[in-house]
């Protein structure tokens, strides 16, 4: 185990609508990185949060967007929902931001959009 | 632009033989390599790194090799078991600009081990 955990485990949604994800970091971690994997797919980088703000971002629109809070706890939210939305979310944690620091993942939310 | 991506998707092995894993980079800047192994339904789990400046690293039952000159990759794991079942991922931190602390995955490998 990471210690890193993600809820909901899984989540329908139809085309349109808002999500937030929600992930408890890896104690003491003070930056959570956030991906999307398809289905057969590795998984993309949508973004880091270090000590509550955006440390970089990967090719993802606008209404992707996030929240580190002062717990270390954080959030993704996806507006405007689409069909290729579908996917899993991953979070992870580590203990810095940095190059080469280990990432630890959660487990993932499965998102399906209809 | 910056990839890393698997030469074998899928790799089929008896209980008891050695399993190589093999993954090509593109980005010859990258200085630290991750991988990862991830069982259906779960995330990924970190196996073990390596840093540019080394070209092997050992763990238990684990052995990545880091070969820049090719920009080439492989994770050997020794006496695979049942248990070592999951798709592995290579995965490149870029690490500037923008993307500072990304982590670029390859597509995966599907590893299957036999009883």
């Known amino acids: 185990e990471t210690g890193v955990t993600q809820s909901p485990t899984h989540l329908i949604k139809t085309r349109g609508q808002q999500v937030t994800l929600r992930c408890s970091s890896q104690s003491g971690h003070n930056t959570v990185s956030w991906y999307q994997q398809a289905l057969g797919q590795g998984p993309q980088f949508i973004f880091q949060y270090y000590r509550e703000e955006e440390n970089g971002r990967g090719n993802f629109p606008p209404r992707f967007s996030g929240l580190q809070f002062p717990n270390y706890s954080s959030e993704l939210n996806v507006n405007a929902l689409e069909l290729d939305d579908s996917a899993l979310y991953l979070c992870a944690s580590s203990l810095q931001s940095g190059r080469r620091e280990t990432q630890y993942f959660g487990p993932g939310t499965r998102l399906l959009v209809l | 632009g910056e990839s890393v991506g698997l030469h074998l998707p899928t790799l089929s092995v008896q209980e008891g033989d050695n399993s190589i894993i093999n993954c090509a980079y593109s980005?010859?800047?990258?200085?630290?390599f991750i991988w990862y192994k991830q069982e259906s339904g779960k995330g990924p789990q970190f196996i073990i790194d390596?840093?540019?400046?080394?070209d092997k690293r050992q763990g238990q039952r684990v052995t990545v090799l880091l070969n820049k000159t090719v920009k080439h990759l492989s994770l050997q794991i020794a006496a695979t078991q049942p248990g070592d079942s999951a798709v592995y991922f290579c995965a490149e931190n870029i690490g500037r600009g923008t993307s500072y602390g990304k982590l670029t995955f390859g597509q995966g490998t599907i590893l299957t081990v036999h009883p």
């Open positions: 390596i840093r540019s400046n080394m």
């Open positions: 980005n010859s800047a990258s200085d630290y």
